[in-house]
C-alpha cells in the first residue's frame, strides 16, 4: 500500500469551465494554471472532466471533443498520442483512498484511442507505446467483484507495444495484450494462468481469447502518425444493379 493517499485535485469546478472551452492556447494555457502540464502543440477539445487529479499532455498530443473523464487520480497522456470522441474514462474513487497508484489511465507515445469506447481505469489501464484501441464499443475493466470474499478488487489492463484490438472487445482485470499482437473484434481477454506468459506477435481471439496464429511485420507498426491515411480503392464492388 502506498504511503500517500489521494492527491490533490485541481479539476473540480473552476476546470469545468476551462476543459469544455473549445481547443485554444488560451484553454491550453488555461490548464496549465489549474496545475495540469499541457506540452507543446497540444489540441484539446470540449472535454467533461469531473473530480479529476493532474492532466499530463506531452506534446503533439490530440484528444478530440466530447469525451468523459470522471473521478481519476491520474491521466498521462505521452507524446503524439491521439483520442478519439465520445469516450467514457472513469475510476471508482473509493479505491483511490488506499493508493495513489491507482485511478490511472497511462498513455505512451503514439498510443491512440478511437471513438465510443468504456474505460474503468478503478486501477490502472496501461496503454504502451504505439498500440491502439480500435474500432468502436469495447470495454476495458480493471476493477472486479470477488463473490467468495464479498469485496471488490482492483487490477491492471495492459496493451502491449505496438499491439491493437479490434471493435467491442472486452479486457478484464488483469489481462494483456502482448506486444505487437493483434485482438479479434468481439473477444474477451481474462487474466493469464500463474507462471504462463502469452506469446507475442499474435492474432487473438475468442472467448476466452487465444492465440490463433502468428502474425508478420506491419506498416503499422511503424507508423510515424496515429493517423491511417485513406487510399485510392476499386468502387466497383459498389455498384448497384
Not at 502506498?2 to 494555457?29: E, G, Q
Not at 491520474?74 to 467514457?88: A, D, E, H, L, R
Not at 476493477?143 to 491493437?164: F, P, S, W
Request: glycine share 8%; net charge positive; proline share 6%.
Amino acid at each position: 500500500m502506498s504511503d500517500t493517499k489521494t492527491p490533490k485535485r485541481p479539476n473540480t469546478v473552476l476546470s469545468l469551465l476551462f476543459w469544455l472551452l473549445p481547443a485554444s492556447s488560451f484553454k491550453n494555457s488555461a490548464l496549465r494554471w489549474l496545475g495540469n502540464r499541457v506540452g507543446a502543440d497540444v489540441t484539446i477539445g470540449p472535454t467533461l472532466v469531473l473530480s479529476c487529479g493532474r492532466f499530463s499532455v506531452d506534446d503533439g498530443a490530440r484528444i478530440a471533443p466530447f469525451n468523459v473523464f470522471r473521478q481519476l487520480a491520474t491521466v498521462k497522456v505521452g507524446k503524439k498520442c491521439f483520442i478519439g470522441s465520445w469516450n467514457q474514462i472513469t475510476a471508482a474513487r473509493d479505491y483511490q483512498n488506499f493508493s495513489d497508484r491507482v485511478g490511472m489511465l497511462l498513455m505512451e507515445e503514439q498510443a491512440a484511442i478511437t471513438n465510443r469506447h468504456y474505460l474503468d481505469c478503478s486501477g490502472q489501464i496501461i496503454l504502451q507505446a504505439y498500440s491502439g484501441i480500435g474500432g468502436i464499443k469495447s470495454i476495458f475493466q480493471s476493477h472486479e467483484i470477488d463473490l467468495a470474499q464479498n469485496k471488490t478488487t482492483v487490477g491492471r489492463v495492459v496493451i502491449g507495444e505496438r499491439a491493437m484490438t479490434g471493435t467491442a472487445v472486452i479486457m478484464l482485470k488483469d489481462s494483456h495484450l502482448p506486444d505487437r499482437s493483434v485482438l479479434a473484434a468481439g473477444s474477451i481477454v481474462v487474466k493469464s494462468k500463474p507462471g504462463i506468459e502469452p506469446p507475442t506477435d499474435r492474432l487473438y481471439g475468442g472467448v476466452p481469447a487465444k492465440p490463433i496464429r502468428p502474425v508478420e511485420d506491419a506498416a503499422w507498426w511503424h507508423r510515424e502518425s496515429y493517423l491511417t491515411p485513406v487510399t485510392p480503392f476499386d468502387d466497383e464492388v459498389f455498384r448497384l444493379n
